[in-house]
């Protein structure tokens, strides 16, 4: 059996765990000729495709190391390729004949909700035996407690609430720290509990900055002069507006709310404050003891599924198990901190404030 296995969308730590992974178990739990292609869809698109014969010669030494040694890309929707001088064109054809013109009999693909749904798509067009493995930092995929690479972000978000929670302390400031999440807070909500944040703002709960001066005012009466703000990137502006910026190629992401809530604290209460965008160092770097579990489960999950030829379905962690759900569903939207996540009810217990309206 021929398989093949690629990294889809933006990267995160644990990737390179995951193929590893992935060799281990096809290569030599079931002797699978295993390829690994390059750049996401890119190497199907290319002729010839590209891709490299993953064995434990080609993937030795990869478990610890951020990054994919396979190369990613978020860009380039297959169905709607974007083409120099503007517009788009559906270039699915051309990625579904790469596949066969590899002579694959079987895809893994690690990628987040997005990349998995194109993916899906490839695959229900072209006829392509597909199993799917969630990553991302923002743990935001359906079906799944764990996306790998979420931990390590966590853990990079928390040692910067901890070095910024030193001198806060020491100038008498408040410091807001901007971390990622797409359109869900949960690396903003475990790391401002990790880390000892006085407020914690996610897309999933509006606040007022009325009440996030409060938490500041109300710090300041019981002698604490400084405090430290958790903000998710995707957070709407007190005005309503989500904060993007647009890049060279007019491709826009989010970025700036933390300005905008730093700047309006500084204002409403006299505090002197100041900014700190954690971006992309939340993606890199090595990835945590408990990333490396679950990419190492996923992937031997993964490649069990092949050979039961089990497929059109994603390895997800529910309850500490390993389990497969339908990539239909796990794909049908994004996962959003729930009202009731215990999560929530920890930090509100912690007196960790979400700009509520009091
Ligand atoms: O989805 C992962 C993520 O890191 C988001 O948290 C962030 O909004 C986005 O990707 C950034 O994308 P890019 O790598 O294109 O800047």
Known sequence: MRLGVLTSGGDCAGLNAIIRAVMLRAVYGYGMELYGIHEATHGLLRRPVTATRLTSDTTRGIL????????TTNRGNPFAYPVEGGGTVD????????????????????????????????????????????????????????????STAVEIATEAVDRL??????????????????????????????GGADVVLIPEIPYRIESVCAKIEERRRIGRNFSLIVVAESVKSPEGMVHTVTDAHGQSR?????????????????????VTVLGHVQRGGSPTPLDRVVASAFGVAAVDLVARGEFDRMVAWQDRKV????????????????????????????????GEPV
Do not use: C
């Open 64 to 71: 610890h190391l951020g990054g994919t040694i396979l190369g």
């Open 91 to 150: 270039r699915s054809a051309e990625i579904i004949q790469g596949y066969h013109e590899l002579g694959l009999d079987a895809l893994i693909g690690i990628g987040g909700d997005g990349s998995l749904a194109i993916l899906r798509k490839l695959a229900l067009a072209g006829g392509w035996n597909l199993v799917g493995v969630p990553k991302t930092i923002d743990n935001d995929v359906n079906l799944t407690e764990h996306a790998v690479g979420h």
């Open 165 to 194: 929670h030193v001198t806060a302390a020491s100038h008498n400031r408040v410091m807001v720290l901007e971390v990622m999440g797409r359109d869900a807070g949960y690396i903003a909500l475990s790391a401002g509990i990790a």
């Open 254 to 274: 989010y970025g700036g709310i933390g300005r905008v809530i730093a700047e309006e604290v500084a204002k409403r209460t006299g505090a002197e404050s100041r």
């Open 323 to 354: 389990v497969a759900v339908p990539l239909a569903e796990a794909t049908a939207g994004t996962r959003a901190v729930d009202l009731n996540d215990t999560l929530l009810h920890t930090a509100r217990g912690l007196g960790i404030s979400f």
